[in-house]
């Protein structure tokens, strides 16, 4: 006898009708459902992006990279059991549904022999993962309703600012875990109860659910049969109920996923004056304004609130609320509304675009388009005014945020010697130098440190001085497309006059600029931060590393450069540290090596691509805050947490933000750095 099994065991003809066609009709009402949803993202612009649809599949379905690292850290691993489990049980439905239906086209059916042995036998546990991530689920979330119970109907929606905001409530979630534990033991019940029923000597290859067969040997068949309805019951009720809980990002997630744009975390994609002829406006007025796949992707949120739980201006009470933009552009999206009806000026306004809600959302979410995308149209309605009106009018006149002259932008160089590009020498790295490091006093001591370690080390160089102009970063993310757009074409234009070919800059805004967004007007250039070239001249020997005493500085990690950028390793260099943050992708293989990094800087609570944003980017820094709503404090009371006295930034944003909280939050005199300094002090002393 040749190992397998009988599909539809003792199911009769008028059975097996019933079984098809309650089948189709909860599987046309799912597509149903979801083809109605369709119809709302079709509202949107169609997209200017060819998807690499594979990659996109691969990356974030199925090897879950975006669950892999998320926030809490017991919500992954049940993730990945949950999915891989879901995954195993979909596959072996797939292959057995080819097997029993493959001989209606001539094929073959292989559900039999060797081949049925080990799938049983694979399948069969892979099941378990399942089972096992479900009970996990279902445990944290009964712990966290005990502790904290379900949001009252007048909390739905408005979160309370406390850490749970990781996992928000609903009723309908219990149902759905319900729903999928049901699917899972129904279906090991439904295998012991054939082996009961009609025993094969190769039963044995059913690992988990042979042993279940023993307590009940013997089942009738009007029990088996029972049992199989059962099963299908809650096969039908899955297919009825996905599109309409939180498990349809089942389906979403993986279009949206699929249909992601290749683009960075911090670029922000252009608007041309074409584009603004055709349709009359600027920006995003009404959610049919949006990007189709942006409009999809709303749909994916399954309101887990990891958005809002590390969003630096929501943590301050702030009305900006990053899951509560994405629900309310959803309900937009829906009632055909236009989105300053639903989300105020202020929260938009109240976004510093530091992009952590974009690293925590499992689904892909990209928050800071749709808020820039707001903020465009609210700049050419004219409903900005104030501080940061004047720094977007600073940029488009002197090509300065600070609205200081171009001239200006040689003053620290008074007295050093340093090399400019219109003097004709060669050179290999443009200083990039930027306004903020040419304009604010802290940030020119960065700058001159860093001239002199250049020079000191050799390195081939030289500055721009007064032909440099604002990249346009700050006018950018406050939504002032066209001013950038002015400043990236007048700086690429140098760049092409210089032939410039690696720049090296201390702020990690410029960085992201130049080495992000200037490619979509044609720039191509290697782009370095400081500490990254620093950290190669620490290693080839021509700088020494600064010294710090363990655990008496702190080093904060700028949005720009850890989280947007990845750029954490090469700061922490600088000071002989090993890396030890979070993403760092070797780190397990180091801790198996060497359990004991050294760790030279006292490491606050967030770091590396989580850390807590100062309250500066998205142009945040030219506008009033109300001084208890500061996030840049927030930040400052965590860093003190640390027993550091001494702050090093890598970031001339950071640097002024944090100062100024520091200032407010203590008495203490704590001093703040820039690793350049740091390093300069280093290398005056040997
Ligand atoms: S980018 Fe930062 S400030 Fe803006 S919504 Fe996201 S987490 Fe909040
Ligand atoms: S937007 Fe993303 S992170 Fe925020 S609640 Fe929705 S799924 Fe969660």
Redesign the pocket.
């Known amino acids: 006898m040749i190992p397998t099994r009988q599909e539809f065991l003792h199911i009769g003809p008028e059975g097996k009708v019933a079984f098809y066609l309650i089948t189709f009709l909860s599987l046309a009402y799912m597509g149903w459902v979801f083809y109605r949803k369709s119809r709302f993202w079709m509202k949107g612009q169609p997209i200017t992006w060819t998807p690499d649809y594979w990659k996109g599949i691969i990356t974030y379905v199925l090897a879950q990279r975006k669950v892999a690292g998320s926030r809490p850290k017991s919500g992954a691993p049940m993730h990945l059991l949950i999915f891989y489990g879901f995954l195993a049980m979909f596959v072996a439905t797939t292959l057995l549904a080819f097997a029993s239906y493959g001989p209606i086209v001539g094929l073959p059916n292989f559900h039999r022999g060797t081949y049925y042995l080990v799938y049983e036998t694979v399948f069969d546990l892979l099941g378990l993962l399942f089972i096992f991530g479900i009970v996990w689920a279902a445990g944290r979330r009964f712990l966290l309703i005990r502790r904290f119970g379900y949001p009252s109907p007048d909390q739905e929606g408005k979160l309370s600012r406390n850490r749970h905001n990781a996992i928000t409530h609903e009723r309908m979630d219990s149902v759905a875990l319900f729903v999928l534990f049901m699917l899972g033991v129904t279906g090991y019940l439904l295998s012991a109860a054939r082996i009961s029923n009609n025993p094969q000597p190769w039963d044995w290859a059913s690992v988990v659910a042979y042993p279940l067969a023993q307590f009940a040997p013997g089942l009738s068949n009007q029990a088996y049969v029972g049992i199989w309805w059962f099963h299908m019951i809650w096969v039908w009720g899955f297919f009825i109920m996905l599109p309409h809980m939180r498990l349809k990002h089942i389906v979403v997630a993986t279009l949206t996923a699929a249909g992601a744009p290749e683009q960075k975390m911090g670029e922000l994609q252009p608007i041309s004056l074409e584009e603004v002829e055709k349709t009359g406006k600027i920006g995003v007025a009404e959610a049919r304004d949006y990007s189709r796949w942006h409009l999809m992707s709303l749909d ?9 739980e590390v969003c630096p201006a929501y943590g301050v009470g702030k009305t900006l609320n ?2 509560q933009v ?1 629900q309310d552009i959803h309900r937009a999206m829906v009632v055909d509304d236009s989105v300053p009806a639903r989300i105020s000026e202020e929260a938009l306004w109240a976004c510093t675009t530091c992009n952590a ?1 974009v690293e ?4 892909l ?1 990209r ?1 800071v388009d749709l808020i820039v995308d707001a903020r465009r149209n609210l700049v050419a309605e004219g409903k900005l005014s104030g501080t940061g009106a004047v720094m977007l009018r600073q940029v488009a006149s002197t090509s300065n945020a600070w609205g200081a002259p171009a001239n200006s932008r040689e003053d620290w160089m008074k007295g050093l010697a340093v090399p400019l590009c219109r003097e004709g020498g060669d050179f290999e790295y443009l200083f990039w130098v930027g306004c903020a490091g040419a304009t604010d006093p802290g940030a020119v001591k960065t700058t001159k440190a860093v001239a002199s370690l250049l020079k000191q080390a050799g390195v081939s160089f030289a500055c721009l001085g007064k032909e440099e102009a604002c990249t346009g970063d700050p006018a950018r993310r406050m939504g002032d497309e066209f001013t950038f757009q002015d400043k990236a074409q007048a700086n690429i234009s140098v760049f092409q006059k210089y032939g410039v070919k690696k720049v090296v800059t201390a702020c990690p805004h410029c960085l992201n600029t130049l080495q992000n967004e200037y490619g979509q007007f044609g720039s191509q250039m290697e782009v370095w931060h400081h500490t990254q070239l620093l950290g190669q001249l620490v290693s080839e020997g021509r700088l020494q590393p600064a010294s710090p005493q363990p655990g008496k500085v702190t080093y904060h990690d700028p949005c720009y450069l850890a989280r947007v950028n990845n750029i954490s390793d090469a700061p922490r260099s600088l000071v002989g540290q090993e890396s030890n943050h979070d993403s760092d992708k070797s780190l397990l293989a180091k801790s198996l090596t060497d359990p004991t990094p050294i760790e030279i800087f006292a490491e606050p609570q967030h770091k590396a691509t989580k850390t807590l944003c100062c309250g500066a980017g998205g142009g945040r820094m030219w506008m009033e805050e109300t001084p208890d709503q500061r996030p840049g404090n927030r930040r400052a009371e965590e860093l003190l947490a640390t027993g550091a006295k001494e702050v090093a930034v890598a970031c001339p944003f950071c640097r002024i933000m944090l100062d100024a909280s520091l200032k407010q939050v203590t008495q203490e005199e704590i001093r703040i750095v820039d690793l350049a300094e740091m390093l300069q002090e280093a290398n005056k002393s040997k």
Do not use: Q
């Open positions: 994916a949120c399954m309101s887990c609130g990891r958005c809002t990053p899951k994405v809600c925590a959302c499992p689904v979410i928050h």
